[in-house]
Every structure is written in C-alpha cells, then in structure tokens.
C-alpha cells in the first residue's frame, strides 16, 4: 500500500517479496494513495482491510521521511501484521481495531541502503523476516507512544480521489447522519443510495464499499466538478 504510483518502485518491491517467499501472493492492494499525506491515508486502512483475508502481512509506505531517523513500526493485529513508518499511518487502524494489538518499533537497519527508497531497502527486508517469523531488534511499544497518536477518529477532508474523481473522505459514513447535507462552494449536497439514485451529472455523498463517506457525481467527476483534492475540507451545513 503505497503513493509510488506508476512507475519501477512497486515493481521492484513486488520481485524482492515474491522471489523471498515464492509460495505467497504479493498483491498491490493500491499505489495511489496521496502523495506524501501519512495523515490522509490512515483514515483509509481500516476500510481497506475490511473482507480482507485474515493471516495477511500490509507493507505501508507512505514516507514523506524516508532518508530520515522516523522510526519503523511493525504490529500484530488479530492475524495481520502491518509494517510501516512511524508517522501516523497506523493510528487511526490501532486505536478502531476490534482484535487484540501488539506494537514494536524495529531497530533493524541493513548495512547499505539507498536514502531515497527505502521501501525497498528496508521496509522490504522487515516484511520478508516478519513473514519468516522473525522479529529484527524488536523492541514492545504501546499504541499511545506512536507518532501522530494524536489524531482524531475520523477526518471530514478528503482523503484519496479515485479513477471515477469520486471523493473518499474520512469519515465512517454511519457516523454521519442521514440527512446531513455538505456544502462545496454554496451547492448543497445531500445523501443517496447509489448513482442511479441521481440523475445524471448530480452530485451526492453515499456510504462507499469501505464504510466510508464518499462523494461523487452521477457519470460525472466530482473531483473537477466541485474543486476538490486530497486534504480538502468537508463543511457540512448546520
């Protein structure tokens, strides 16, 4: 789960994790998620991994600090594990998980890596060892300790736009009333099931496949239509 996006970062990730435990599938879950916004793709991850198969390891790089000292996480969550740099990535999934969660901070660092992607020469070499059931200097931390611990429970901004321009915000939409209406740019936008629901070229917010508050335009873009990109705000009338 990445903001790589098109290019060779996935690509040589996907071959490091494929060649070291050949009898895995490697899925890139999504490579688009904002650029450099940690604190916009948290609000993602517990959606994403709703109906996801249990007993599966989440590689999550979104490191605007990559080359730093920002430390990297690894945590057990049920039968999952994610690991992922310690910069707010996690918070919003620890804290609304409904499983039992262990935290470490891993030391572990290669003797070469390149200062620029270490998604390859780091965050990759931790998942292949996690997956071996290996630990690499390891040390216990508590949730409350992580970076960004702060953060609040859901985010009324946009958080990632997707194919369609549809919004994903991040926000549970069953957290939202049903006849909340948002405001964007003095047109009101109220709740419907789904597209067809509109008509044509109408916007609208509906709860999305992952739980979360979605806006989008019916066969249109609600991106360009309404203006609005990842870390836009959402205002709702009163």
């Known amino acids: 789960m990445t903001d790589f996006g098109a290019g060779p970062y996935v690509g040589q990730i996907w071959l490091l ?38 007993g599966t390891l989440y590689l999550c790089v979104v490191d605007p600090g990559v080359g730093t000292d920002r430390a990297i996480l690894a945590a057990e ?9 310690d910069n707010g990535l996690l918070v919003p999934l620890l804290r609304a998980a409904s499983e039992a969660v262990s935290l470490w901070r891993i030391a572990w660092r290669p003797t070469a890596a390149s200062a620029t992607f270490h998604g390859r020469d ?14 690499p200097a390891a040390v216990r931390m508590e949730p409350g300790a992580m ?12 958080c990632y736009v997707d194919h369609y321009g549809n919004l994903v915000s ?18 009101r936008i109220a709740r419907a099931r789904t597209f067809s629901d509109v008509g044509v070229g109408q916007p609208f917010w509906y709860e999305n496949a ?5 806006i989008a335009v019916n066969q249109g873009r609600a991106d360009s239509r309404l203006g609005l990109s990842p870390g836009d705000p959402l205002r709702f009338d009163p």
């Open 17 to 54: 994790l494929a060649a070291a435990r050949p009898a895995l599938p490697v899925i890139e879950l999504v490579g688009d998620l904002a650029p450099f916004r940690p604190d916009l793709a948290a609000f993602l991850l517990p959606g994403l991994l709703q109906r996801m198969p249990p």
């Open 77 to 85: 969550v049920g039968r999952d594990w994610l690991v992922a740099p």
């Open 122 to 135: 780091i965050f990759t070499p931790i998942a292949q060892q996690v997956c071996a059931g290996v630990l």
């Open 147 to 158: 970076v960004g611990a702060e953060l609040p429970a859901a985010l009324a901004a946009v």
């Open 170 to 187: 991040g926000m549970r939409a069953a957290d939202v009333p049903h006849d909340a209406v948002i405001n964007v740019a003095g047109e």
């Open 210 to 214: 992952f739980g979360l508050l979605e």
